[in-house]
């Protein structure tokens, strides 16, 4: 990624965030989850890998509300 999508601006950092997934009635909330930001509006981005990570975890036999870091389970 070149360049933010929102405000086009050029700095993007590697960072880290919580993403909450939801699925037929259950929320999982993801700790740790490794993104880019974007340096002057704060837009985070998912890298592919790291989507299809948590594509996964969303299809697991969760709980109805699960809290997970993603570092356990990557």
């Given at each position: 990624m070149k360049k933010c999508f929102v405000c086009e601006h050029?700095?993007?950092e590697q960072g880290f965030?919580?993403?909450?997934?939801e699925d037929k009635g259950r929320?999982?909330?993801i700790k740790d989850v490794p993104c880019l930001v974007c340096a002057n509006c704060g837009?985070?981005?998912f890298e592919t890998d790291v989507m299809?990570?948590?594509e996964n975890?969303?299809?697991r036999n969760v709980s109805e509300l699960e809290i997970i870091s993603?570092?356990?389970v990557a």
């Open positions: 050029e700095t993007i965030t919580s993403k909450m997934l929320f999982i909330i837009e985070i981005y299809l990570k948590l975890i969303l299809n993603y570092r356990q």
